[in-house]
C-alpha cells in the first residue's frame, strides 16, 4: 500500500490527493449508487461486500471508493496495481490471501485498471474468488464486457460510475476551498462564474476541476493575504494553445481573411485578386485550398452542396501538379465559392453543438441508441427499445437520440438559400411527422 515518508510533506501532494474523501459523507456524486438507501451504500456500512467491478470515465471515484471501504470495513486490504505486478505478484498476494483465510480474516484486493491484465494474469484470480480467499474489486475506463474474462466477470457485480455533473464539480470546488486540507487556511477570492469555467473544462474529472483549480490559485494576483484568481487566470489556465503557420506574419493572415471575407460578400474579381496576391507571394497552394474548402462548408453548405467538390476537386488538382499550374484550379474554385449562393446553417449548427458539448460535459449516450453486443450490456438496458428506421413504412420513427437535457434542441436551421431550401422543407416534413406521431402513440397508451 501507498505510504507517505518522513521526508514528504501532505502539502506537497497535489490538491486532488489532499482532499480524497474519508468516508462517504466527505464523498461527491454517484447518487445512483451511494444515496441514502441506494445499494453501493447499504453494501459498504453494513460491511457486506462482495467482488465488484466499478467502471466509469477518469475522475470519478473509483479509487476513491475503493480506499473508503478500506477504512470502512473489517478486511485485510490489499492496493493492487494491473500497470506495474505480474503473475508472479499476483500469486504471492493469493498467498498471503490464503492464509488470511485460514486464520478467519477476509482479504479486499482493490485492482486498479484491471483491463490491463491479460487473460493469464486475470484466470490466476480465478480460484481465489471462487473459494472466497479474496473480494476483488477491480477498476477500469474500459468496458468491463470486452475486457474482463467472462468467468471472472460472472462473479462481480458491475457497478457504472458516471461523470460528475457541472453543480457537483462546482460543489467539489467549494468544498476545496473551505477545506483545511485544500486552501481553507488561505484568504482566496473566486467568484462562482470561475468556479462554472472549472466544472465544465473538467467535464466531469473531478481530478481535472481539482487541478485546474490548483492552477488557478496558484497563479492568482496576491493582494496581501488574499489570493485573487480572476477570469482571465481562469482562461489561461483553461486555454489550449494553438499551432498557427505564420510565413510573412500579420499580412499573411490578413490577405488569407480578405480572400475569405471577399468569396463571402460574392465578389468574385476581390477574391481572385487576394488569391494572386497569396500566390505570387509564394504561398502553399496547398494552404489556401484548404481554407477553400473549409469556405465550401461553412459559408455554402447545403445551399450548394456541390461546393465541397469542387473545393475538394481543387486541393487534389494543386496536390497532382503544383504551382504554377495549379493556379488555374484555384482560380475556378474561388469563382465557384464567390457566385454560389451563400448559408452559414451548417457553421452555425456545429458552434451551437460544440458550445452544449463544451458547457454542459459529455452528456451519456441514450440507453436505445446504444449497441449491447454483450449479455452485460443488454441486462444494462442497451439498446432497449430501439426502432430500426428501415422497417418503418416512412423510414422515420419518433425515437429519441438526444439525450433527455437536450431532447428538442435545435442545432441545425436550414435556410431558403439556392438547394438548402429543398432541405428545409424535406426537415419541416419529418418534424411534422414526428409530431404527429408521437401524439398518437402517447394516446394509444
Not at 488561505?186 to 483549480?213: M, P, Y
Request: hydrophobic letters at 40%; a neutral charge.
Amino acid at each position: 500500500m501507498e505510504q507517505i515518508n518522513m521526508f514528504e510533506k501532505e502539502s506537497d501532494q497535489p490538491l486532488a490527493a489532499r482532499l480524497r474523501p474519508r468516508d462517504l459523507n466527505e464523498f461527491v456524486g454517484q447518487k445512483h449508487l451511494l444515496g441514502e438507501g441506494k445499494v453501493l451504500r447499504r453494501l459498504i456500512e453494513n460491511d457486506n461486500i462482495g467482488s465488484m467491478i466499478f467502471w466509469g470515465p477518469p475522475g470519478v471515484g473509483k479509487t476513491t471508493l475503493a480506499r473508503i471501504i478500506a477504512n470502512m470495513t473489517k478486511s485485510q486490504f490489499i492496493d493492487f496495481s494491473a500497470v506495474t505486478s505480474g503473475i508472479k505478484e499476483i500469486k504471492q498476494v493469493m498467498e498471503q490471501a490464503e492464509r488470511n483465510r485460514r486464520f478467519g480474516d477476509r482479504t479486499i484486493l482493490f485492482v486498479d485498471e484491471i483491463h490491463r491484465f491479460n487473460k493469464a494474469q486475470q484466470d490466476a484470480f480465478l480460484p481465489y474468488v471462487e473459494k472466497g480467499s479474496i473480494i476483488l474489486i477491480g477498476a477500469t475506463t474500459e468496458n468491463p464486457s470486452f475486457e474482463v474474462n467472462g468467468a471472472l466477470l460472472s462473479r462481480c457485480k458491475v457497478f457504472v460510475l458516471q461523470a460528475l455533473s457541472a453543480d457537483e464539480l462546482v460543489e467539489l470546488l467549494k468544498n476545496a476551498l473551505k477545506d483545511k486540507r485544500g486552501f481553507g487556511d488561505q484568504k482566496v477570492e473566486i467568484d462562482d462564474e470561475c468556479l462554472a469555467v472549472i466544472a465544465g473544462f473538467a467535464n466531469g474529472d473531478a481530478r481535472s476541476a481539482l487541478s485546474t483549480l490548483e492552477m488557478a490559485v496558484l497563479n492568482g494576483e496576491l493582494d496581501g493575504e488574499t489570493t485573487r484568481v480572476t477570469k482571465e487566470t481562469v482562461e489561461q489556465c483553461t486555454s489550449k494553445k494553438s499551432l498557427l503557420y505564420d510565413k510573412n506574419g500579420e499580412e499573411h493572415y490578413n490577405i488569407i481573411s480578405a480572400l475569405h471575407k471577399s468569396m463571402r460578400n460574392s465578389d468574385p474579381d476581390a477574391a481572385v485578386y487576394w488569391l494572386a496576391r497569396m500566390l505570387e507571394a509564394g504561398e502553399d497552394p496547398l494552404y489556401v485550398a484548404r481554407r477553400v474548402t473549409r469556405f465550401a462548408s461553412e459559408d455554402i453548405g447545403l445551399a450548394d452542396p456541390r461546393a465541397l467538390e469542387i473545393a475538394v476537386a481543387a486541393y487534389q488538382a494543386c496536390h497532382l501538379i503544383g504551382m504554377p499550374e495549379c493556379s488555374v484550379h484555384l482560380t475556378q474554385a474561388v469563382v465557384y465559392m464567390s457566385l454560389a449562393p451563400k448559408s452559414n446553417a451548417l457553421y452555425t449548427a456545429y458552434e451551437s453543438a460544440k458550445k452544449d458539448a463544451l458547457t454542459m460535459l459529455a452528456e451519456p449516450v441514450p440507453l436505445v441508441i446504444r449497441n449491447a453486443p454483450t449479455k452485460l450490456m443488454k441486462e444494462l438496458g442497451y439498446g432497449e427499445g430501439y426502432q430500426y428506421a428501415h422497417n418503418a413504412e416512412d423510414k422515420l420513427t419518433y425515437m429519441q437520440c438526444l439525450p433527455d437535457r437536450l431532447r428538442g434542441k435545435r442545432y441545425y436551421r436550414p435556410t431558403e438559400e439556392g438547394i438548402e431550401g429543398r432541405f428545409k422543407t424535406r426537415l419541416e416534413e419529418i418534424e411534422a411527422w414526428r409530431k404527429a406521431h408521437t401524439k398518437t402513440d402517447k394516446k394509444s397508451k
